[in-house]
């Protein structure tokens, strides 16, 4: 054979053979990545190319090379061929694709997968949810992907059965580099839990640490529980403050989110009692940061379902600021059953808002808004008609509505009387005292008169 000749036939068949392979007309296969396309770098990671029935042989390509980065023809004909990585590293990031041939026909290229390695290298990005991480059934939600490092892309990756991720550019805005990434519609019978990394342009495939998990709360319908403060609802800062979340369902775990905030924490729940089952959730110290409202939510151990949301509960912190307004009654701190009361609360400092609470009461504490007044801001809380249902012991606190959960530092303690209720506790004393008073007499009568009470016997 001539070398020209040779030189013909080399070129025809690897002509052929790139022709074939990308521009077959088999329906293209799938290539995924299990456990996922984001690896940390050591890890194992297997690649499956899915054909049809019948493919005799596969082929995956790294992009940019023209060569195979691995083939695989099955002892038998079947649908699809795996390939493994045994410990991922840097030279195994990268893009492919995989092909399959049936017979005589190369099948459509797939499409590509983007093996992505963690090296931990870089620091890690900040993953949150905007508004927030809370969201209600069918409803979208945007996660933001940030840091303050000049990443030019992020990647979003879903965890759980239903796997997958997304890729975006990052975007350049005061300071900070981010990709907004959105997610939905959810619903409560998938799990939502995310993280996300941050890679470089010139090593696209060589990314961050992983941001801290980002878990997605997708409240249900089944029983909402109770959350409960054992103290009262308003707390000193540096004081202790645990909140209970309880519920007669049998849930295994509890969740507590505060309204604003981020990653709801989560609680196992504790030994059941009386055939409730209830999770402790510590806020010790409390510091300015625990002031607002807060939600609760159970759920069991085999489902990614929540529970409906308890009822809100406010968490006030009390010394926020310094001074302290003044309490004060009229007509006066004794009244009479049916008179008409009212507790006035005053601050020299500007409050646009005040609150009244009254020592042990279960309810709220009562807001109202603040009215300039020669000179001081004051609120006039009226207490109607009052019985005696209305004593006991009150203090007023300061706030301002840009901070509505952060109050001055409590009034000196009023205590209300009722006058007839007072009369009423007086004459049981007085008739109380009698009554032991002539039982002491009689006693002392008994053990003076031993002679008496035998002569009286023997008679």
Same mark, same amino acid.
């Given at each position: 054979?001539?070398?020209?000749?040779?030189?013909? %036939?080399?070129?025809?068949?690897?002509?052929?053979?790139?022709?074939?392979?990308?521009?077959?007309?088999?329906?293209?296969? +799938?290539?995924?990545?299990?456990?996922?396309?984001?690896?940390?770098?050591?890890?194992?990671? =297997?690649?499956?190319?899915?054909?049809?029935?019948? *493919?005799?042989?596969?082929?995956?390509?790294?992009?940019?090379?023209?060569?195979?980065?691995?083939?695989?023809?099955?002892?038998?004909?079947?649908?699809?061929?795996?390939?493994?990585?045994?410990?991922?590293?840097?030279?195994?990031?990268?893009?492919?694709?995989?092909?399959?041939?049936?017979?005589?026909?190369?099948?459509?290229?797939?499409?590509?997968?983007?093996?992505?390695?963690?090296?931990?290298?870089?620091?890690?990005?900040?993953?949150?949810?905007?508004?927030?991480?809370?969201?209600?059934?069918?409803?979208?939600?945007?996660?933001?992907?940030?840091?303050?490092?000049? /990443?030019?892309?992020?990647?979003?990756?879903?965890?759980?059965?239903?796997?997958?991720?997304?890729?975006?550019?990052?975007?350049?805005? +005061?300071?900070?580099?981010?990709?907004?990434?959105?997610?939905?519609?959810?619903?409560?019978?998938?799990?939502?839990?995310?993280?996300?990394?941050?890679? /470089?342009?010139?090593?696209?495939?060589?990314?961050?640490?992983?941001?801290?998990?980002?878990?997605?709360?997708?409240?249900?319908?089944?029983?909402?529980?109770?959350?409960?403060?054992?103290?009262?609802?308003?707390?000193?800062?540096?004081? =202790?403050?645990?909140?209970?979340?309880?519920?007669?369902?049998? /849930?295994?775990?509890?969740?507590?989110?505060?309204?604003? $905030?981020?990653?709801?924490?989560?609680?196992?729940?504790?030994?059941?009692?009386?055939?409730?089952?209830?999770?402790?959730?510590?806020?010790?110290?409390?510091? +300015?940061?625990?002031?607002?409202?807060?939600?609760?939510?159970?759920?069991?151990?085999?489902?990614?379902?929540?529970?409906?949301?308890?009822?809100?509960?406010?968490?006030?912190? *009390? $010394?926020?600021?310094?001074?302290?307004?003044?309490?004060?009654?009229?007509?006066?701190?004794?009244?009479?059953?049916?008179?008409?009361?009212?507790?006035?609360?005053?601050?020299?400092?500007?409050?646009?808002?005040?609150?009244?609470?009254?020592?042990?009461?279960?309810?709220?504490?009562?807001?109202?808004?603040?009215?300039?007044? *020669?000179?001081?801001? @004051?609120?006039?809380?009226?207490?109607?008609?009052?019985?005696? !249902?209305?004593? $006991?012991?009150?203090?007023?606190?300061?706030?301002?509505? !840009?901070?509505?959960?952060?109050?001055?530092?409590?009034?000196?303690?009023?205590?209300?009387?009722?006058?007839?209720? !007072?009369?009423?506790?007086?004459?049981?004393?007085?008739?109380?005292?009698?009554? %032991?008073?002539?039982?002491?007499?009689?006693?002392? @009568?008994?053990? =003076?008169?031993?002679?008496?009470?035998?002569?009286?016997?023997?008679?």
């Amino acid at each position: 054979m001539t070398p020209t000749l040779t030189a013909l %036939l080399c070129l025809g068949l690897s002509v052929g053979l790139r022709t074939r392979v990308q521009a077959g007309t088999l329906p293209k296969p +799938t290539l995924q990545a299990e456990p996922g396309p984001v690896i940390p770098a050591g890890s194992p990671v =297997n690649i499956t190319c899915q054909g049809t029935l019948g *493919a005799e042989e596969y082929l995956v390509y790294k992009e940019g090379d023209t060569s195979p980065w691995k083939t695989q023809k099955p002892r038998h004909p079947g649908d699809k061929a795996t390939f493994s990585i045994t410990h991922m590293s840097d030279r195994d990031a990268s893009v492919y694709h995989c092909y399959y041939l049936s017979r005589t026909d190369w099948s459509e290229r797939s499409d590509p997968l983007e093996l992505v390695v963690v090296t931990g290298s870089y620091s890690k990005p900040s993953l949150s949810a905007l508004p927030s991480p809370v969201v209600t059934s069918g409803e979208n939600v945007t996660l933001q992907c940030g840091s303050g490092v000049g /990443y030019d892309r992020f990647i979003l990756t879903k965890e759980g059965e239903d796997r997958f991720s997304w890729t975006l550019d990052s975007q350049h805005t +005061t300071g900070q580099y981010q990709a907004l990434f959105l997610v939905g519609p959810v619903t409560p019978s998938h799990g939502w839990t995310f993280r996300c990394y941050g890679c /470089y342009s010139y090593r696209p495939q060589v990314c961050s640490q992983p941001s801290d998990t980002l878990e997605l709360l997708v409240p249900g319908v089944s029983g909402k529980p109770s959350l409960l403060a054992p103290q009262d609802p308003i707390v000193a800062s540096g004081q =202790n403050l645990t909140l209970q979340c309880r519920s007669d369902v049998g /849930y295994d775990r509890f969740a507590l989110w505060k309204e604003g $905030g981020q990653d709801p924490t989560q609680s196992l729940v504790l030994q059941p009692q009386a055939g409730l089952s209830q999770a402790h959730f510590p806020l010790d110290p409390v510091r +300015t940061s625990h002031g607002g409202q807060y939600r609760c939510y159970g759920g069991h151990n085999l489902s990614s379902e929540w529970s409906a949301p308890s009822d809100p509960l406010d968490i006030l912190v *009390a $010394g926020w600021f310094y001074d302290r307004p003044s309490l004060s009654v009229q007509p006066g701190t004794t009244v009479t059953s049916g008179e008409n009361v009212t507790l006035l609360c005053q601050s020299q400092t500007w409050k646009d808002t005040f609150l009244l609470s009254k020592e042990g009461a279960a309810d709220p504490p009562l807001r109202l808004t603040s009215k300039p007044q *020669a000179q001081q801001y @004051q609120a006039e809380f009226s207490m109607g008609a009052v019985t005696y !249902t209305h004593t $006991g012991t009150y203090r007023c606190y300061g706030s301002r509505s !840009t901070s509505p959960y952060l109050l001055s530092h409590p009034s000196d303690p009023l205590e209300l009387l009722d006058s007839d209720y !007072t009369v009423e506790n007086l004459i049981r004393m007085g008739v109380a005292g009698l009554v %032991l008073l002539v039982l002491g007499v009689l006693l002392f @009568q008994a053990r =003076n008169s031993p002679g008496r009470i035998h002569d009286a016997a023997r008679t």
